[in-house]
């Protein structure tokens, strides 16, 4: 699922590696949680499927970017030079296709990276500088050598005793309580952690 | 299987965490030296282009018949070096080679300001550099437009596309690593500026996903531009018919050439930097190996490329190619260069088939500086020695370069070294990301053989 | 740049520059606008040339006929004046010695005009003074004190003239100083050689055979133009008619280049040989059968038994020309040899010489020596000429005239002999003089001025006048009443006749015979003449032999850059001079190209970069004047080395008792051509007669000419420009190449460019050697944009700066130029030119007054080349829809083809059906440069035809 400002009710636990993280996620996916979503300072293509993301349409928008690079490529060509300012060079042919190719190309793949490139930010929403996962105590290390799973609030089975004891179970470090609200986590995360 | 280990110790990731990113934190005194060195360098270059764009080309060496000599040698040289890192980083990940993700970064950055260099060259050949954009298709008052079937149009094209997309790869590689460098920062300035690069960044599983979509997608849009931009350079000389230029041969063989001299640039960074930064561990003997064996490869297709033209030189029976190839390179007026050049090109990098000599970092640093060396006099040979006799005898005359000449040269070698010395500096030098991913799987691997066992 | 710098500008009299040159220029401008009175025009009533022969192109610019004199022998010419500034020098078709062509040194005396090194203030000892007061010191009253009664103590030295007025001027003043002594020197020419009363002249159209011995006539003499023109129109259409050229000399000539059978031997051999000649045809009859045996060598045997030989099968039809090294006899044997041939009379005929003081020895500089050694020169005017540089070196005649009490230089710089005068009074142009003279026939012309001094410079007129008294004289008055009472034009309108046309009809002088055969008797049996010795008495010794340089003649042009930078027609050096080896003789030296050697006389040494010359004679060392200047002039000074300080004597062109050794020093020089031989390319091609005949209807073309179809966006015009250029033709005389440097506005670039190659000239004469090194077959190739019809350097261009016309013209758009120089990579003649430097910036005022302002100055970083003078293409087609009428291709001259002296070059369009340009392409001789390329010149080449009789006895 994509992971968004978690609502109230929400828990995340920090795992030591990564494949004690995977293993955790499998589980809770086998126990019919859904609102799942994991940080991790690498990608983990193990948990794709059981993540479940949907289908991205970044590679079809690549592909009407470079078909537009390319067809802009070459009209700018044909106006200039077949068009606007058409000129006797060398007797060369007006239209000179084959000359207009490598231009063309360029442009295709020029427009294609393009869209690659802004449309990964556009659809990850990025830049965002503010997250309420970034409150969570010690969540820095999850760019270096932690991995959280964090568990929506909203899920179904979601519910403030048993989760954070799955969750332990699966050899969480931690558990604590992600609430989309600026205090709520923290002061959440200390009384998870008191009650252990 | 010891000698093909990617990654040598057991550190965990914080402690390989810091240890690649220790660069951004404490600074070597030979960071110190090399920087002003370089800095020196780059004064001259600036100097040279004042004087150029001051006085004239004419302060150059450049005459009739030699109307492009050096500074284009120095171009074409700069954008060869230029394809090693999009050739390692997209190639090889599309080849799905984990060994790239220990170099990746540095061969890109190379890359980037191999191609900032290259592009002023083109600029400050122009008579009137002042007027630089009358290449560029734009509306103008004067109604007129850029004429396309020149190759110098496309040149320009591939070039900034090649540019434009190697940084924008570059870029999107470094995210997460700057992620990682922001939430390690110790002054409140630099985790400041590292978030802001970062985008904010968190590293969750859709984050992830879809970012591998996306850099694989641009991965396989930068590998064919790898081919191009070179093939396109190329035709700057092919589509003339001066003997020594118009050959069908010229893409591919610059292809080649330009591939061998970045991999030769990416050996001669690579080699200090991990002495320097003890970064043995990450970017190991393996490494050197295996670019070691790509060299190879590459210098053997040049000297195929070498042997060919000449002998399509020979077989056409034309009187000016046989003239170009077979007379006025090897025993004109040039002679020794194109020895030297073949010397260097062609029996260089044979010493790799020697595994021992694979592995030696004075090995490969020496025969890196020779074809680095070989590759810009192939450049010299092509364009002057095939300029200075074409057609006509009467107008044969000889080149000899001025101060002016060698200061750009000079100079963009240390403008190139100080962009190198500040990227080191501050950006994370290696994809953290992968290695880790890398040093996971190599675990997993590990684990599961002994469980086989 | 700086180096340009120091050529052009000479710091202290910039102040002075920039203030007269913008009073001028403001006065250009405001007659731009319309506003009379500002411009330079000279105060009298001069009058415009209007009989254009359809060879000069109609434009906007006014043209006036004058006259250009050099070493006393008028050529007619008529120039170009935009708002009274003259920008263009034309060859004056009516004029006997001209017919049109002009040569390289009368092209670039127009930028001799705008010099900004000229005198400019009158000079005594030093310090600045006035016209009043030299006036003062020389006239009569004052003077005869000083000069005894009857004058004896007053000397002029003046250069050789042939000017009635100044002949009349110089009566009067005998009449004051009945004792004074009259001097005319120039150190080139046989001006006062004894029995130089009467000139040999000569019909070379007329000729089958033609042989010259150490004769140059076709590029050096006061009628080379003509003789150039008759000699081409003996071989202008091989299949009906080709001449024979042969030539025996030392070192190549322009005439030796265009030889047939040229034969390079020792000056003595020359003799020898011209008295075989003379020996077997003075005995009845050559003896044309069997091979002769001179003496001389195989090369010599076979050279003379083929001029016997064609003696014997072309009597009446044979012409036989001395040089001036042969001295006298060498004149007299062939005018005797002429005359025992039958060509006397209808090829070969006499006219007394038009020159002042002809013929007579006391004249001689020699006896102003004696005079002066004498201290019995109490006061000596020297008008021009610069004799204190230009005399021998042993002659010391600075020295002499140093010690003479009162001296004036009237000159156009202040030089060598004005260093040695007291008094120095700047000489007017003779663009700014008015006066008159004869051509070598005797044709009498009117020099009138197209500006008014412009460094406020005094006319020879004014000066002879002010010595007799009359120091306010208005030389037009003085020229036009000396007419008037000499009964030439007497009348207004027979003068007005005379100023329109630039020659006065009918004044040439008669024709008489030959009359040289009472010196024949004298000259035949002497082995050698002047200087001369026999080979076999010194086989090792090198002869050094002298002739002005084929740019800067004497030195007279020395200060000036076109000429300087002027590719020398045989080895291509510029930016100086250089002694010339043959590859035996350099061998022998241990020298060789750009080394300098060492040569020794018992009268001075020098030292000086050799060239090795292949087709040069064996231990000969070939000098020219003109170089190693020391007076004031900013380019003239430290080019090349001063010949003069070893020349024997005056008159005499051979030095035998020289020494010469290698100096251990090295020059790189300034040559524009490094390589020499086609490397079996062949752009040049040639095909001997027998050859030509075979091809002879040519097969029809292949291509048809390409309009463009059916891609042709810019529209196909009614004109499509083409040149043809006949190599057979070409005597290299390089006055296209000035020509085009004056009407293009082609920057000069000094010579630390030239040897980088970047020198500017759209259209330089390619020279290729071939074959053995002694005897080398020479090609010529006037090499210029080729106006591709499918030209490379179009399609490369990024910015479309290289276009083509509806017309056919290859444009080069000097505004849209960025400079990426790749046109000039992949034009396959390197004919494209690119702007280094501003090379316009450092110009003086004045030189800049020079441009034509039909063309764009080019600036920095700009590509240029050949347009095909497309600014007269334009005027002609504006003038002709101003008439409204159609536009003959005929009707545009480029600037190459009208200075051309053997109308070798030929252009016109296409379209034009009959025209020359057209027809020429029919010839059998016809091809394109470098035709596999597929680029389709615009430019035809002609092949030369080498009629050498070794050929056709073959054939």
Same mark, same amino acid.
């Given at each position: 699922?994509?992971?968004?400002?978690w609502?109230?009710?929400?828990?995340? &636990?920090e795992?030591?590696?990564?494949n004690?993280?995977?293993?955790?996620?499998?589980?809770?996916?086998a126990?019919?949680?859904?609102?799942?979503?994991?940080?991790?300072?690498?990608?983990?293509?193990?948990?794709?499927?059981?993540?479940?993301?949907?289908?991205?349409?970044?590679?079809?928008?690549?592909?009407?970017?470079g078909?537009?690079?390319?067809?802009?490529?070459?009209?700018?060509?044909?106006y200039?030079?077949?068009?606007?300012?058409?000129?006797?060079?060398?007797?060369?042919?007006?239209?000179?296709?084959?000359?207009?190719?490598i231009?063309?190309?360029?442009?295709?793949?020029?427009?294609?990276?393009?869209?690659?490139?802004?449309?990964?930010?556009?659809?990850?929403?990025?830049?965002?500088?503010?997250?309420?996962?970034?409150?969570?105590?010690?969540?820095?290390?999850?760019?270096?050598d932690?991995?959280?799973? &964090?568990?929506s609030?909203?899920?179904?089975?979601?519910?403030?005793?048993?989760?954070?004891?799955?969750?332990?179970?699966?050899?969480?470090?931690?558990v604590?309580?992600?609430?989309?609200?600026?205090d709520?986590?923290?002061?959440?995360?200390?009384?998870?952690?008191? &009650?252990? | 299987?010891?000698?093909?280990?990617?990654?040598?110790?057991?550190?965990?990731?914080a402690?390989?965490?810091?240890?690649?990113?220790?660069?951004?934190?404490?600074?070597?005194?030979?960071w110190?030296?090399?920087?002003?060195v370089?800095?020196?360098? +780059?004064?001259?270059?600036v100097?040279?282009?004042?004087?150029?764009?001051a006085?004239g080309?004419?302060?150059w060496?450049?005459?009739?018949?030699?109307?492009?000599?050096?500074?284009?040698?120095?171009f074409?040289?700069?954008?060869?070096?230029? $394809?090693?890192?999009t050739?390692?980083?997209?190639?090889?990940?599309?080849?799905?080679?984990?060994?790239?993700?220990s170099?990746?970064?540095?061969a890109?950055?190379?890359?980037?300001?191999?191609?900032?260099?290259?592009?002023?060259?083109?600029?400050?050949?122009?008579?009137?550099?002042?007027?630089f954009?009358?290449?560029?298709?734009?509306?103008?008052?004067m109604?007129?437009w850029?004429?396309?079937?020149s190759?110098?149009?496309?040149?320009?094209?591939?070039?900034?596309?090649?540019?434009?997309?190697?940084l924008?790869?570059?870029?999107?590689?470094?995210?997460?690593?700057?992620?990682?460098?922001?939430?390690?920062?110790?002054?409140?300035?630099?985790?400041l500026?590292?978030?802001?690069?970062?985008?904010?960044?968190?590293?969750?599983?859709?984050q992830?996903?879809r970012?591998?979509?996306?850099?694989?997608?641009?991965?396989?849009l930068?590998?064919?531009?790898?081919i191009?931009?070179?093939?396109?350079?190329?035709?700057?000389?092919?589509?003339?018919?001066l003997?020594?230029?118009?050959?069908?041969?010229?893409?591919?063989?610059?292809?080649?050439?330009?591939?061998?001299?970045?991999?030769?640039?990416v050996?001669?960074l690579?080699?200090?930097?991990?002495?320097a930064?003890?970064?043995?561990?990450?970017?190991?003997?393996?490494?050197?190996?295996?670019?070691?064996?790509?060299?190879?490869?590459m210098?053997?297709?040049?000297?195929?490329?070498?042997?060919?033209?000449t002998?399509?030189?020979?077989?056409?029976?034309? $009187?000016?190619?046989?003239?170009t190839?077979l007379?006025?390179?090897?025993?004109?007026?040039?002679?020794v260069?194109?020895?030297?050049? +073949?010397?260097?090109?062609?029996l260089?990098?044979?010493?790799?088939w020697?595994?021992?000599?694979?592995?030696?970092?004075?090995?490969?640093?020496?025969?890196?500086?020779?074809?680095?060396?070989?590759?810009?006099?192939?450049?010299?040979?092509?364009?002057?020695?095939?300029?200075?006799?074409?057609?006509?005898?009467?107008s044969? $005359?000889?080149?000899?370069?001025?101060?002016?000449?060698?200061?750009?040269?000079?100079?963009?070698?240390?403008?190139?070294?100080?962009?190198?010395?500040?990227?080191?500096?501050?950006?994370?030098t290696?994809?953290l990301?992968e290695?880790?991913?890398l040093?996971?799987?190599?675990?997993?691997?590990?684990?599961?053989?002994?469980?086989?066992? | 740049?700086?180096?340009?710098?120091?050529?052009?500008?000479?710091a202290?009299e910039m102040?002075?520059?920039?203030?007269? *040159?913008?009073?001028?220029?403001?006065?250009?401008?405001?007659?731009?606008?319309?506003?009379?009175g500002?411009?330079?025009?000279?105060?009298?009533?001069?009058?415009?040339?209007?009989?254009?022969?359809?060879?000069?192109?109609?434009?906007?610019?006014?043209?006036?006929?004058?006259?250009?004199?050099m070493?006393?022998?008028a050529?007619?010419?008529?120039?170009?004046?935009?708002?009274?500034?003259?920008?263009?020098?034309?060859?004056?078709?009516?004029?006997?010695?001209?017919?049109?062509?002009?040569? %390289?040194?009368? =092209? %670039?005396?127009?930028?001799?005009?705008?010099?900004?090194? /000229?005198?400019?203030?009158?000079v005594?000892?030093?310090?600045?003074?006035?016209?009043?007061a030299?006036?003062?010191?020389?006239?009569?009253?004052?003077?005869?004190?000083?000069?005894? *009664?009857?004058?004896e103590?007053?000397?002029?030295?003046?250069?050789?003239?042939?000017?009635?007025t100044?002949?009349?001027?110089?009566?009067?003043?005998r009449?004051?100083?009945?004792?004074?002594?009259?001097?005319?020197? @120039?150190?080139?020419?046989?001006?006062?050689?004894?029995?130089?009363?009467?000139?040999?002249?000569?019909?070379?159209s007329?000729?089958?055979?033609?042989?010259?011995?150490?004769?140059d006539?076709l590029?050096?003499?006061?009628?080379s133009?003509?003789?150039?023109?008759?000699?081409?129109?003996? #071989?202008?259409?091989?299949?009906?008619?080709?001449?024979?050229?042969?030539?025996?000399?030392p070192?190549?000539?322009?005439?030796?280049?265009a030889?047939?059978?040229?034969?390079?031997?020792?000056?003595?051999?020359?003799?020898?040989?011209l008295?075989?000649?003379?020996?077997?045809?003075s005995?009845?009859?050559? @003896?044309?059968?069997?091979?002769?045996?001179?003496?001389?060598?195989?090369?010599?045997?076979a050279?003379?038994?083929n001029?016997l030989?064609?003696?014997?099968?072309?009597?009446?039809?044979?012409v036989?020309?001395?040089?001036?090294? !042969?001295?006298?006899?060498g004149q007299?044997?062939?005018?005797?040899?002429?005359?025992?041939?039958?060509?006397?009379?209808?090829?070969?005929?006499?006219?007394?010489?038009?020159?002042?003081?002809?013929?007579?020895?006391?004249s001689?500089?020699?006896?102003?020596?004696?005079? !002066?050694?004498?201290?019995?020169? @109490?006061?000596?005017?020297?008008?021009?000429?610069?004799?204190?540089?230009?005399?021998?070196?042993?002659? #010391?005649?600075?020295?002499?005239?140093?010690?003479?009490?009162?001296?004036?230089?009237?000159?156009?710089?202040?030089?060598?002999?004005?260093?040695?005068?007291?008094?120095?009074?700047?000489?007017?142009?003779?663009?700014?003089?008015?006066?008159?003279?004869?051509?070598?026939?005797?044709?009498?012309?009117?020099?009138?001025?197209l500006?008014?001094? !412009?460094?406020?410079a005094?006319?020879?007129?004014?000066?002879?006048s %002010?010595?007799?008294?009359?120091?306010?004289?208005?030389?037009?008055?003085?020229?036009?009443?000396n007419? =008037?009472?000499?009964?030439h034009?007497?009348?207004?309108?027979?003068?007005?006749?005379?100023?329109?046309?630039?020659?006065?009809?009918?004044?040439?002088?008669?024709?008489?015979?030959s009359?040289?055969?009472?010196?024949?008797?004298?000259?035949?049996g002497?082995?050698?003449?002047?200087?001369?010795?026999p080979?076999?008495?010194?086989p090792?010794?090198?002869?050094?032999?002298?002739?002005?340089?084929?740019r800067?003649?004497?030195g007279?042009?020395?200060?000036?850059?076109?000429?300087?930078e002027?590719?020398d027609?045989?080895?291509?050096?510029?930016?100086?001079?250089?002694?010339?080896?043959?590859?035996?003789?350099a061998r022998?030296?241990?020298?060789?190209?750009?080394d300098?050697?060492?040569i020794?006389?018992a009268?001075?040494?020098?030292?000086?970069?050799?060239?090795?010359?292949?087709?040069h004679?064996d231990?000969?060392?070939?000098?020219?004047?003109?170089?190693?200047?020391?007076?004031?002039?900013?380019?003239?000074?430290?080019?090349?080395?001063?010949?003069?300080?070893?020349?024997?004597?005056?008159?005499?062109?051979?030095a035998?008792?020289?020494?010469?050794?290698?100096?251990?020093?090295?020059?790189? !020089?300034a040559?524009?051509?490094?390589?020499?031989s086609?490397?079996?390319?062949?752009?040049?091609q @040639?095909?001997?007669?027998?050859?030509?005949?075979?091809?002879?209807?040519?097969?029809?073309?292949k291509?048809?000419?390409?309009?463009?179809?059916?891609?042709?966006?810019?529209g196909?015009a009614a004109?499509?420009?083409?040149?043809?250029?006949?190599?057979?033709?070409?005597?290299?005389?390089?006055?296209?190449?000035?020509?085009?440097?004056?009407?293009?506005?082609?920057?000069v670039?000094?010579?630390?460019?030239?040897?980088?190659?970047?020198?500017?000239?759209w259209l330089?004469?390619?020279?290729?050697l071939?074959?053995a090194?002694?005897d080398?077959?020479?090609?010529?190739?006037?090499?210029?944009?080729?106006?591709?019809?499918?030209?490379?350097?179009?399609?490369?261009c990024?910015?479309?700066?290289?276009?083509?016309?509806a017309d056919?013209?290859?444009?080069m758009?000097?505004?849209r130029?960025?400079?990426t120089?790749?046109?000039?990579?992949?034009?396959?003649?390197?004919v494209?030119r690119?702007?280094w430097?501003d090379?316009?910036?450092?110009?003086?005022e004045?030189?800049?007054?020079?441009k034509?302002?039909?063309?764009?100055?080019?600036?920095?970083?700009?590509?240029?080349?050949?347009?095909?003078?497309?600014?007269?293409?334009?005027?002609?087609?504006?003038?002709?829809?101003?008439?409204?009428?159609?536009? #003959?291709?005929?009707?545009?001259?480029?600037?190459?083809?009208?200075?051309?002296?053997t109308?070798?070059?030929?252009?016109?369009?296409?379209?034009?059906?009959?025209?020359?340009?057209?027809?020429?392409?029919?010839?059998?001789?016809a091809?394109?440069?470098l035709?596999e390329l597929?680029?389709?010149?615009?430019?035809?080449?002609?092949?030369?035809?080498?009629?050498a /009789?070794?050929?056709?006895?073959?054939a």
């Amino acid at each position: 699922m994509r992971d968004r400002d978690w609502p109230a009710g929400s828990f995340a &636990a920090e795992f030591a590696d990564a494949n004690a993280l995977v293993a955790a996620v499998r589980s809770l996916r086998a126990r019919g949680y859904s609102g799942i979503e994991t940080y991790s300072p690498m990608p983990l293509p193990e948990l794709d499927a059981t993540l479940r993301f949907r289908k991205s349409r970044l590679p079809a928008l690549v592909f009407v970017g470079g078909v537009a690079g390319g067809a802009i490529s070459y009209f700018i060509q044909w106006y200039a030079d077949v068009y606007a300012y058409p000129l006797n060079l060398g007797g060369r042919p007006v239209n000179a296709v084959t000359a207009f190719i490598i231009p063309t190309f360029e442009g295709t793949i020029l427009g294609a990276a393009l869209v690659a490139f802004f449309g990964l930010w556009f659809v990850l929403r990025l830049p965002t500088y503010w997250h309420s996962v970034f409150d969570l105590p010690g969540f820095e290390r999850a760019t270096v050598d932690r991995y959280w799973v &964090a568990v929506s609030g909203e899920d179904a089975r979601a519910g403030a005793e048993v989760t954070p004891n799955e969750l332990r179970a699966l050899g969480a470090l931690r558990v604590v309580v992600l609430d989309g609200a600026e205090d709520a986590g923290a002061a959440g995360g200390v009384g998870l952690e008191g &009650a252990r | 299987m010891n000698d093909r280990v990617l990654l040598h110790g057991n550190a965990g990731d914080a402690a390989l965490t810091d240890s690649l990113l220790a660069p951004l934190w404490r600074t070597p005194s030979l960071w110190w030296m090399l920087f002003v060195v370089s800095c020196a360098g +780059t004064v001259l270059f600036v100097f040279s282009i004042y004087w150029t764009i001051a006085k004239g080309i004419g302060t150059w060496g450049n005459n009739i018949p030699v109307a492009w000599a050096f500074a284009i040698t120095d171009f074409v040289w700069w954008i060869g070096i230029g $394809h090693a890192g999009t050739f390692i980083s997209a190639f090889l990940l599309l080849l799905n080679q984990k060994w790239r993700g220990s170099v990746n970064r540095v061969a890109e950055a190379m890359t980037i300001f191999a191609l900032v260099n290259a592009a002023m060259f083109p600029l400050l050949h122009l008579g009137r550099p002042w007027f630089f954009y009358w290449l560029a298709p734009y509306p103008a008052t004067m109604g007129v437009w850029p004429n396309f079937k020149s190759s110098l149009p496309w040149d320009v094209a591939a070039v900034t596309t090649y540019f434009t997309v190697s940084l924008l790869f570059w870029y999107m590689g470094l995210v997460p690593d700057l992620a990682s460098a922001r939430d390690r920062a110790v002054s409140r300035a630099r985790k400041l500026a590292y978030g802001i690069f970062a985008l904010g960044w968190r590293g969750s599983g859709y984050q992830w996903q879809r970012y591998r979509i996306a850099y694989v997608l641009l991965a396989a849009l930068a590998t064919p531009l790898v081919i191009s931009v070179h093939s396109v350079v190329s035709l700057d000389f092919a589509i003339a018919q001066l003997p020594g230029w118009h050959s069908t041969i010229f893409p591919p063989y610059f292809v080649v050439g330009a591939i061998y001299s970045g991999l030769a640039m990416v050996l001669m960074l690579l080699i200090p930097l991990r002495r320097a930064f003890h970064f043995e561990d990450v970017i190991t003997e393996a490494h050197l190996d295996r670019i070691a064996k790509l060299m190879l490869a590459m210098g053997l297709m040049l000297a195929y490329s070498y042997a060919m033209e000449t002998f399509m030189a020979w077989y056409s029976g034309d $009187h000016f190619e046989r003239y170009t190839y077979l007379f006025s390179r090897p025993f004109g007026p040039y002679a020794v260069l194109y020895w030297i050049m +073949t010397a260097l090109n062609v029996l260089t990098p044979n010493i790799f088939w020697s595994r021992r000599l694979r592995r030696s970092t004075p090995a490969l640093f020496i025969a890196s500086f020779g074809i680095l060396i070989g590759m810009w006099l192939e450049r010299f040979a092509i364009i002057v020695t095939s300029l200075n006799r074409d057609f006509l005898p009467s107008s044969w $005359h000889f080149y000899a370069p001025s101060w002016v000449d060698f200061g750009l040269l000079a100079g963009s070698i240390g403008l190139f070294g100080m962009l190198f010395l500040l990227f080191i500096r501050y950006v994370p030098t290696v994809a953290l990301s992968e290695v880790k991913r890398l040093r996971l799987e190599l675990a997993n691997e590990a684990a599961g053989e002994v469980a086989g066992a | 740049m700086t180096d340009y710098a120091a050529l052009f500008t000479s710091a202290q009299e910039m102040d002075e520059v920039s203030r007269r *040159s913008f009073l001028k220029l403001l006065g250009a401008s405001m007659a731009l606008a319309g506003v009379d009175g500002c411009t330079r025009m000279p105060a009298e009533k001069i009058l415009q040339y209007v009989e254009q022969p359809p060879e000069v192109t109609p434009g906007v610019a006014s043209h006036y006929a004058t006259a250009f004199s050099m070493d006393g022998y008028a050529t007619g010419l008529v120039v170009d004046s935009h708002e009274g500034r003259p920008t263009k020098i034309e060859g004056n078709p009516l004029h006997p010695a001209s017919l049109g062509a002009s040569t %390289a040194q009368q =092209q %670039a005396s127009l930028l001799q005009l705008y010099d900004p090194d /000229r005198g400019r203030r009158i000079v005594q000892d030093g310090r600045a003074s006035s016209w009043d007061a030299w006036a003062a010191e020389w006239t009569p009253s004052v003077a005869r004190s000083r000069v005894g *009664s009857r004058g004896e103590g007053l000397h002029l030295l003046l250069e050789p003239t042939s000017s009635p007025t100044v002949a009349s001027l110089l009566d009067k003043l005998r009449g004051m100083y009945p004792g004074m002594g009259v001097y005319f020197y @120039s150190p080139a020419g046989p001006a006062t050689m004894p029995g130089g009363a009467s000139l040999a002249q000569y019909d070379l159209s007329a000729a089958d055979v033609i042989v010259c011995f150490d004769a140059d006539p076709l590029a050096t003499g006061p009628m080379s133009l003509a003789y150039a023109r008759q000699f081409a129109d003996g #071989r202008r259409h091989p299949a009906t008619r080709m001449n024979r050229l042969y030539v025996a000399e030392p070192a190549y000539t322009c005439t030796g280049m265009a030889a047939d059978d040229r034969l390079r031997c020792r000056p003595a051999v020359v003799q020898g040989l011209l008295e075989r000649v003379y020996a077997s045809v003075s005995h009845g009859g050559a @003896s044309g059968a069997g091979a002769v045996s001179s003496g001389f060598g195989d090369g010599a045997d076979a050279w003379l038994t083929n001029v016997l030989a064609d003696i014997e099968s072309h009597r009446g039809r044979v012409v036989v020309i001395a040089g001036d090294r !042969l001295g006298p006899q060498g004149q007299a044997l062939a005018a005797a040899i002429n005359g025992a041939i039958g060509a006397t009379g209808s090829l070969v005929w006499t006219t007394p010489s038009p020159l002042l003081g002809a013929g007579d020895a006391g004249s001689n500089l020699a006896k102003l020596k004696e005079a !002066l050694d004498a201290n019995a020169v @109490s006061s000596l005017v020297c008008i021009g000429g610069n004799a204190v540089y230009r005399s021998p070196g042993s002659l #010391r005649l600075g020295d002499g005239i140093r010690r003479v009490a009162h001296s004036t230089y009237v000159g156009l710089h202040a030089d060598e002999t004005s260093q040695a005068s007291h008094w120095y009074v700047p000489l007017a142009h003779y663009l700014e003089s008015w006066g008159d003279a004869r051509a070598y026939d005797g044709t009498l012309s009117v020099v009138q001025p197209l500006v008014q001094p !412009l460094f406020g410079a005094r006319q020879e007129v004014e000066v002879l006048s %002010a010595l007799a008294g009359e120091a306010a004289a208005d030389p037009f008055t003085v020229v036009r009443s000396n007419w =008037q009472s000499a009964g030439h034009a007497a009348s207004d309108d027979a003068w007005s006749e005379v100023l329109r046309k630039g020659v006065l009809e009918g004044s040439a002088y008669p024709r008489g015979a030959s009359g040289r055969s009472d010196s024949v008797a004298s000259a035949v049996g002497r082995t050698g003449g002047p200087g001369l010795r026999p080979v076999e008495d010194h086989p090792d010794g090198i002869d050094v032999i002298f002739a002005a340089d084929a740019r800067v003649h004497d030195g007279r042009f020395s200060n000036t850059a076109w000429l300087q930078e002027l590719p020398d027609p045989i080895t291509k050096l510029t930016w100086g001079n250089a002694g010339l080896l043959s590859p035996a003789t350099a061998r022998r030296l241990g020298v060789a190209t750009g080394d300098v050697v060492a040569i020794e006389r018992a009268g001075g040494s020098m030292r000086i970069p050799v060239i090795v010359s292949p087709g040069h004679a064996d231990n000969v060392l070939a000098l020219s004047f003109g170089y190693g200047r020391a007076g004031a002039e900013s380019v003239a000074r430290g080019i090349g080395a001063n010949a003069y300080e070893i020349w024997p004597a005056v008159g005499t062109f051979v030095a035998t008792d020289a020494t010469v050794r290698s100096a251990g020093a090295h020059r790189q !020089l300034a040559i524009t051509q490094s390589h020499w031989s086609m490397d079996a390319r062949d752009p040049a091609q @040639s095909l001997s007669l027998a050859e030509y005949q075979r091809k002879t209807p040519a097969p029809a073309r292949k291509r048809q000419l390409s309009l463009y179809q059916p891609d042709a966006p810019n529209g196909v015009a009614a004109q499509q420009w083409a040149m043809t250029i006949d190599l057979g033709n070409c005597i290299g005389c390089s006055a296209c190449v000035v020509a085009c440097q004056a009407e293009n506005n082609i920057p000069v670039v000094g010579p630390d460019d030239v040897r980088k190659s970047r020198e500017m000239h759209w259209l330089r004469i390619d020279r290729y050697l071939d074959g053995a090194e002694n005897d080398p077959a020479v090609s010529l190739q006037p090499m210029l944009c080729q106006q591709c019809e499918k030209a490379p350097c179009e399609y490369v261009c990024p910015v479309g700066a290289a276009t083509h016309s509806a017309d056919g013209l290859n444009e080069m758009v000097y505004n849209r130029c960025v400079g990426t120089r790749f046109c000039s990579n992949n034009c396959p003649y390197k004919v494209r030119r690119f702007n280094w430097f501003d090379y316009n910036a450092e110009l003086a005022e004045t030189e800049r007054m020079a441009k034509n302002p039909d063309v764009t100055v080019r600036e920095r970083g700009v590509m240029e080349k050949c347009t095909f003078c497309v600014q007269r293409i334009r005027e002609a087609e504006i003038s002709s829809q101003v008439d409204g009428r159609a536009l #003959r291709g005929s009707e545009v001259v480029t600037a190459c083809a009208q200075a051309c002296p053997t109308r070798a070059i030929v252009f016109g369009s296409l379209t034009d059906p009959g025209s020359e340009v057209v027809t020429s392409r029919a010839d059998a001789r016809a091809y394109q440069v470098l035709e596999e390329l597929g680029t389709e010149p615009r430019v035809q080449y002609l092949a030369r035809i080498r009629n050498a /009789r070794a050929a056709e006895e073959q054939a």
